[in-house]
Protein backbone atom coordinates (compact mmCIF):
# COMPACT_ATOMS: atom_id res chain seq x y z
CA UNK A 1 0.00 0.00 0.00
CA UNK A 2 1.00 3.48 -0.46
CA UNK A 3 2.85 4.87 2.46
CA UNK A 4 4.35 8.41 3.27
CA UNK A 5 7.14 9.27 5.75
CA UNK A 6 7.91 12.47 7.29
CA UNK A 7 9.94 12.59 10.45
CA UNK A 8 7.85 12.22 13.34
CA UNK A 9 10.40 13.79 15.72
CA UNK A 10 10.51 17.98 16.09
CA UNK A 11 13.10 19.20 14.26
CA UNK A 12 14.51 21.80 16.48
CA UNK A 13 16.97 24.58 14.99
CA UNK A 14 18.02 28.01 15.70
CA UNK A 15 17.02 31.35 14.22
CA UNK A 16 18.92 31.88 10.75
CA UNK A 17 19.70 28.28 10.10
CA UNK A 18 18.66 26.69 7.09
CA UNK A 19 15.81 23.80 8.20
CA UNK A 20 15.64 20.70 6.10
CA UNK A 21 12.63 18.21 6.35
CA UNK A 22 12.25 14.70 4.49
CA UNK A 23 9.33 13.53 2.87
CA UNK A 24 9.83 9.79 1.62
CA UNK A 25 7.25 7.88 -0.07
CA UNK A 26 6.79 4.21 -1.23
CA UNK A 27 4.87 1.89 -3.77
CA UNK A 28 3.42 4.78 -5.75
CA UNK A 29 4.95 7.17 -8.25
CA UNK A 30 3.04 10.72 -7.36
CA UNK A 31 3.08 12.77 -10.93
CA UNK A 32 3.69 15.87 -8.27
CA UNK A 33 3.89 16.77 -4.65
CA UNK A 34 2.83 19.50 -2.58
CA UNK A 35 3.84 21.04 0.70
CA UNK A 36 1.41 22.74 3.39
CA UNK A 37 2.40 24.44 6.89
CA UNK A 38 -0.16 23.87 9.72
CA UNK A 39 -0.31 26.37 12.71
CA UNK A 40 -1.94 24.93 16.08
CA UNK A 41 -5.52 25.23 15.68
CA UNK A 42 -5.92 26.12 12.02
CA UNK A 43 -6.02 24.49 8.80
CA UNK A 44 -3.01 23.94 6.20
CA UNK A 45 -1.97 26.15 4.34
CA UNK A 46 -0.68 25.82 0.58
CA UNK A 47 3.25 26.46 0.17
CA UNK A 48 4.30 24.96 -2.95
CA UNK A 49 4.05 22.84 -5.78
CA UNK A 50 6.73 20.58 -7.44
CA UNK A 51 6.26 18.23 -10.38
CA UNK A 52 7.93 14.71 -11.27
CA UNK A 53 9.55 16.70 -13.85
CA UNK A 54 11.11 19.37 -12.24
CA UNK A 55 13.70 18.67 -10.10
CA UNK A 56 13.64 22.00 -7.93
CA UNK A 57 11.54 24.61 -6.96
CA UNK A 58 11.67 28.11 -4.95
CA UNK A 59 9.58 31.00 -3.67
CA UNK A 60 10.97 33.48 -1.34
CA UNK A 61 13.32 31.25 1.59
CA UNK A 62 11.58 28.05 0.84
CA UNK A 63 12.70 25.68 -2.12
CA UNK A 64 11.18 22.18 -2.26
CA UNK A 65 13.48 19.22 -4.15
CA UNK A 66 11.59 16.26 -6.02
CA UNK A 67 13.65 13.22 -6.58
CA UNK A 68 11.83 10.45 -8.14
CA UNK A 69 14.21 8.01 -7.99
CA UNK A 70 15.09 8.31 -4.61
CA UNK A 71 11.22 8.80 -3.70
CA UNK A 72 11.79 11.76 -1.42
CA UNK A 73 11.33 15.59 -1.59
CA UNK A 74 13.41 17.56 0.91
CA UNK A 75 11.86 21.06 2.08
CA UNK A 76 14.25 23.99 3.19
CA UNK A 77 14.03 27.37 4.65
CA UNK A 78 16.69 29.48 4.69
CA UNK A 79 17.27 32.12 7.20
CA UNK A 80 14.49 30.55 9.34
CA UNK A 81 12.61 32.90 11.76
CA UNK A 82 10.97 32.28 15.31
CA UNK A 83 7.55 32.88 12.56
CA UNK A 84 8.43 29.52 10.44
CA UNK A 85 7.84 27.68 13.58
CA UNK A 86 4.80 25.40 12.54
CA UNK A 87 3.94 21.43 11.16
CA UNK A 88 4.87 21.02 7.95
CA UNK A 89 3.07 18.55 6.05
CA UNK A 90 3.82 16.49 2.48
CA UNK A 91 1.10 15.23 -0.30
CA UNK A 92 2.70 13.14 -2.91
CA UNK A 93 -0.21 12.88 -5.74
CA UNK A 94 -1.01 10.84 -8.28
CA UNK A 95 -3.20 13.62 -10.01
CA UNK A 96 -6.23 12.50 -8.58
CA UNK A 97 -8.13 15.58 -6.90
CA UNK A 98 -7.86 13.48 -3.95
CA UNK A 99 -4.38 14.24 -1.27
CA UNK A 100 -2.79 12.09 0.92
CA UNK A 101 -1.28 13.72 3.51
CA UNK A 102 2.05 12.30 5.27
CA UNK A 103 1.95 12.84 9.38
CA UNK A 104 3.66 15.51 9.03
CA UNK A 105 6.60 17.06 11.08
CA UNK A 106 6.83 20.11 13.54
CA UNK A 107 9.49 22.62 13.29
CA UNK A 108 10.62 24.65 15.92
CA UNK A 109 12.56 27.90 15.30
CA UNK A 110 14.76 28.94 18.57
CA UNK A 111 15.58 33.09 18.85
CA UNK B 1 -13.46 36.17 -0.48
CA UNK B 2 -13.96 34.81 3.55
CA UNK B 3 -12.39 31.56 2.58
CA UNK B 4 -13.51 28.14 3.27
CA UNK B 5 -15.95 28.41 6.46
CA UNK B 6 -16.93 26.08 8.99
CA UNK B 7 -19.36 25.90 11.41
CA UNK B 8 -19.29 25.24 14.58
CA UNK B 9 -15.53 25.49 15.41
CA UNK B 10 -16.31 23.58 18.39
CA UNK B 11 -18.62 21.06 19.13
CA UNK B 12 -19.16 18.90 22.76
CA UNK B 13 -21.40 16.04 22.62
CA UNK B 14 -21.96 12.65 24.28
CA UNK B 15 -22.11 9.92 22.88
CA UNK B 16 -25.11 8.52 21.01
CA UNK B 17 -25.91 11.93 19.93
CA UNK B 18 -26.21 13.36 16.22
CA UNK B 19 -23.64 15.62 15.26
CA UNK B 20 -23.97 17.80 11.98
CA UNK B 21 -20.71 19.61 10.60
CA UNK B 22 -21.11 22.63 7.87
CA UNK B 23 -19.30 23.71 5.73
CA UNK B 24 -19.20 26.67 3.06
CA UNK B 25 -16.75 26.23 0.49
CA UNK B 26 -14.84 29.29 -2.11
CA UNK B 27 -17.31 30.76 -4.43
CA UNK B 28 -16.36 29.41 -7.78
CA UNK B 29 -14.82 26.26 -6.55
CA UNK B 30 -15.94 23.20 -7.56
CA UNK B 31 -14.56 20.60 -5.72
CA UNK B 32 -14.97 20.19 -1.57
CA UNK B 33 -12.87 17.88 0.38
CA UNK B 34 -14.19 16.45 3.60
CA UNK B 35 -11.14 15.54 5.82
CA UNK B 36 -10.39 14.47 9.53
CA UNK B 37 -7.23 14.54 11.77
CA UNK B 38 -6.32 12.70 14.96
CA UNK B 39 -2.85 12.56 16.46
CA UNK B 40 -2.89 8.86 15.81
CA UNK B 41 -3.82 8.68 12.04
CA UNK B 42 -3.06 12.25 10.92
CA UNK B 43 -4.88 13.81 8.17
CA UNK B 44 -7.16 11.60 6.08
CA UNK B 45 -9.63 12.08 3.14
CA UNK B 46 -13.03 11.27 4.43
CA UNK B 47 -15.24 12.24 0.71
CA UNK B 48 -15.11 14.68 -1.53
CA UNK B 49 -17.42 16.09 -4.10
CA UNK B 50 -16.93 17.19 -7.51
CA UNK B 51 -19.60 20.25 -8.34
CA UNK B 52 -22.01 18.61 -6.02
CA UNK B 53 -21.72 15.22 -6.82
CA UNK B 54 -19.72 12.80 -4.49
CA UNK B 55 -16.90 11.16 -6.25
CA UNK B 56 -15.14 8.89 -4.01
CA UNK B 57 -16.47 8.43 -0.37
CA UNK B 58 -14.06 5.28 0.25
CA UNK B 59 -12.45 7.38 3.77
CA UNK B 60 -15.95 7.32 4.99
CA UNK B 61 -15.24 4.95 8.03
CA UNK B 62 -18.31 3.73 8.27
CA UNK B 63 -22.25 3.96 8.10
CA UNK B 64 -22.44 6.24 10.63
CA UNK B 65 -20.98 8.89 8.70
CA UNK B 66 -22.81 10.62 5.80
CA UNK B 67 -22.16 13.86 3.69
CA UNK B 68 -23.98 15.71 1.82
CA UNK B 69 -23.49 18.73 -0.83
CA UNK B 70 -27.29 19.96 -1.58
CA UNK B 71 -25.56 23.07 -3.55
CA UNK B 72 -22.40 24.63 -4.94
CA UNK B 73 -22.12 26.81 -1.30
CA UNK B 74 -23.05 24.14 1.48
CA UNK B 75 -21.81 20.55 2.31
CA UNK B 76 -22.71 18.90 5.91
CA UNK B 77 -20.83 15.77 7.19
CA UNK B 78 -23.33 14.07 9.60
CA UNK B 79 -22.38 11.38 12.25
CA UNK B 80 -25.28 9.30 13.93
CA UNK B 81 -24.90 8.25 16.16
CA UNK B 82 -21.24 9.27 17.22
CA UNK B 83 -19.11 7.67 19.19
CA UNK B 84 -16.21 9.04 20.91
CA UNK B 85 -13.61 7.40 18.81
CA UNK B 86 -14.69 9.93 16.31
CA UNK B 87 -13.11 12.77 18.59
CA UNK B 88 -11.15 14.85 16.19
CA UNK B 89 -10.28 18.07 14.11
CA UNK B 90 -12.93 17.47 10.69
CA UNK B 91 -11.44 20.24 7.95
CA UNK B 92 -13.37 20.98 5.05
CA UNK B 93 -11.45 22.17 1.84
CA UNK B 94 -11.89 22.93 -1.74
CA UNK B 95 -10.24 23.73 -4.95
CA UNK B 96 -11.41 24.99 -8.83
CA UNK B 97 -10.98 22.38 -10.57
CA UNK B 98 -10.12 23.81 -13.82
CA UNK B 99 -6.52 22.93 -13.55
CA UNK B 100 -4.42 19.21 -14.07
CA UNK B 101 -3.02 20.21 -10.36
CA UNK B 102 -4.32 22.37 -7.40
CA UNK B 103 -4.06 23.34 -4.30
CA UNK B 104 -6.09 22.77 -2.10
CA UNK B 105 -7.82 25.73 0.47
CA UNK B 106 -8.73 24.29 4.09
CA UNK B 107 -10.92 26.08 6.34
CA UNK B 108 -10.28 26.46 9.91
CA UNK B 109 -11.77 23.29 11.12
CA UNK B 110 -14.25 21.79 13.55
CA UNK B 111 -12.80 20.70 16.94
CA UNK B 112 -15.48 17.59 17.63
CA UNK B 113 -15.34 15.93 21.06
CA UNK B 114 -17.60 12.95 21.39
CA UNK B 115 -17.92 12.53 25.79
Known amino acids: SQKIEQNSEALNIQEGKTATLTCNYT??????LQWYRQDPGRGPVFLLL?????KEKRKERLKVTFDTTLKQSLFHITASQPADSATYLCAPSTGRRALTFGSGTRLQVQP | DAGVIQSPRHEVTEMGQEVTLRCKPI?????LFWYRQTMMRGLELLIY????????DSGMPEDRFSAKMPNASFSTLKIQPSEPRDSAVYFCASSEGDKDVETQYFGPGTRLLVL
Open chain 1, 27 to 32: NYSPAY
Open chain 2, 49 to 56: FNNNVPID
Open chain 1, 50 to 54: IRENE
Open chain 2, 27 to 31: SGHDY
